[in-house]
């Protein structure tokens, strides 16, 4: 089977991003990642595409007049990536619907909280505060609505009386970098099947 071309898009700590460098690097995934793209000059992410050999595109959010103007170079970078699946990995910022509508079934994304509860920002947060007894995290398609893309995968943790929003995140984290590769594989394996809602797993 050809290897499909996956790009990330990542704004941070990048910690998934390298789980799925490692699950390509391992053969558990057989893609090649052709770029990593990012809207934060200063994400640790760069540092471990820099290890990895893979080329970064870098648009500076900060370095644009308005969120359009933006939205227009990220667009750009994405279209030239020429990549078969783009994986948002901690990407901070809703994609605006052009976006969207320029890549359908060809974007996925990693939510830490079982979606659809705890859309948005913060979700370990609002698992805590809600007083949740399971949390965990989604890999779903990415569509126009916020976090509500059809799913492709979810795991689950306790929640622990004693957690804050730490805790809780490194509980998550650690079932996040199995669970994106794992989807990521199933992807570049042709294994997906969207039937409207739902992801059938061939
Ligand atoms: C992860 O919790 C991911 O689910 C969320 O943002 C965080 C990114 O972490 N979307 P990292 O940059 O992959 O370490």
């Given at each position: 089977m050809m290897k499909k071309r996956i790009a990330v898009v990542a704004s941070g700590r990048g910690s998934n991003f390298q789980a799925v460098i490692d699950a390509i690097r391992a053969g558990t995934v057989p893609a090649e990642c052709a770029a990593l793209i990012t809207?934060?000059?200063?994400?640790?992410a760069l540092e471990r595409a820099q290890k990895a050999g893979i080329p970064c595109r870098i648009?500076?959010?900060?370095?644009?007049?308005?969120r359009e103007v933006y939205e227009r170079a990220l667009l750009l970078t994405m279209k030239e990536a020429d990549v078969d699946l783009f994986v948002l990995a901690g990407y901070m910022r809703i994609l605006s619907s052009s976006i969207v509508r320029a890549f359908p079934q060809k974007m996925i994304n990693i939510h830490p909280a079982l979606l659809p509860s705890f859309t948005g920002l913060h979700a370990q947060r609002q698992a805590v505060l809600y007083g949740v007894k399971v949390a965990g995290c989604t890999v779903h398609f990415v569509d126009e609505s916020l976090d509500g893309g059809p799913i492709i995968l979810q795991k689950c943790v306790p929640v622990l009386d004693s957690d804050d929003e730490d805790a809780l995140a490194e509980r998550i984290l650690l079932h996040e970098h199995q669970c994106l590769p794992e989807a990521i594989r199933l992807f570049c394996e042709d294994r997906l099947v969207i039937e409207g809602r739902k992801v059938r797993i061939l």
């Open positions: 809207d934060n000059p200063k994400a640790y648009i500076d959010y900060a370095t644009f007049p308005s």
